[in-house]
């Protein structure tokens, strides 16, 4: 089927609200949710539209069919071999992966079967991450001759320095086990348990006051990138703006005074 044809049969990114939280699922099933063009303008412009919703608390990603996501689509790759398009196809890629963590929301990748390549990205660039029992992991592209270096970013800000290289130079897998010890994935459930902990995760973070979550993660990752000295400097400004906002004074004095806080419902991005 042809990516125009494609399209029109179905979503390539299908959306389902629960309350407050946002499931996207990538929804390439046959090709194993490969990243074809189409697919990343799909999920970017959902990620558009949840950092423009009030409402909406938790993002959760994940796959449709037997995998989460296979990568890159490689057919669709080798129908253009000018470099000026491949610049702009991993310029593109990136700018979704950076729009990922740069929404208030907190994101968490609900991942079974494979993540590979661009997959692998797509889990290190999610905030969270949960995964099946049965979930595999690689950044393969060495295997076919391309060192995979747009998901080396992510893979070595979740990984620690040797075993991330490792995987980028062998291609080979890891199983859910080794991405949970190695950094990459916050738990591993078994199959069956995977949509009830992603669920329960996701509520967590949507009953916590919006604003809070919002100004915290954008100095999470502000700060990595800083010296300890200008790190603890926005840290303190973070931490000054959020005390004076309404959600904390009431939190604070709902501690104070042994009453649970009156919350405001509605987020504020």
């Known amino acids: 089927m042809t990516a125009p044809a494609e399209a029109a049969a179905a979503p390539l990114v299908l959306r389902r609200r629960d309350a407050g939280v946002v499931h996207l699922t990538l929804n390439r099933p046959a090709q194993f949710n490969a990243l074809s063009e189409e697919m990343l303008d799909a999920l970017q412009a959902e990620l558009e539209a949840v950092a423009a919703d009030a409402t909406a608390r938790v993002v959760v990603i994940g796959g449709a069919g037997k995998a989460f996501c296979a990568g890159h689509d490689l057919k669709q790759m080798l129908a253009d071999r000018r470099t000026a398009y491949y610049q702009q196809l991993f310029d593109r890629c990136s700018r979704l992966m950076l729009r990922i963590q740069s929404i208030p929301q907190p994101v968490i990748a609900r991942v079974h079967g494979i993540a590979t390549a661009a997959g692998c990205q797509l889990v290190g660039m999610c905030d969270l991450a949960l995964a099946a029992s049965d979930a595999r992991f690689a950044v393969s592209g060495i ?127």
């Open 143 to 269: 295997n076919v001759g391309l060192f995979c270096a747009t998901p080396a970013v992510a893979l070595s800000r979740n990984v620690a320095r040797k075993p991330a290289f490792e995987m980028l130079v062998t291609g080979t897998f890891i199983d859910a086990q080794a991405a949970r010890e190695r950094g990459l994935v916050n738990r591993v459930v078994a199959a069956d348990r995977l949509d009830a902990e992603v669920d329960e995760l996701a509520a967590s973070i949507a009953a916590k006051p919006a604003a809070a979550i919002a100004h915290g993660k954008a100095m999470f990752y502000r700060q990595l990138e800083m010296g300890v000295a200008a790190a603890y400097q926005l840290a303190a400004q973070t931490m000054a703006c959020n005390m004076a906002e309404d959600c904390a004074q009431e939190g604070v004095s709902a501690f104070v005074e042994k009453r649970p806080p009156r919350r405001d419902p509605s987020p504020a991005n």
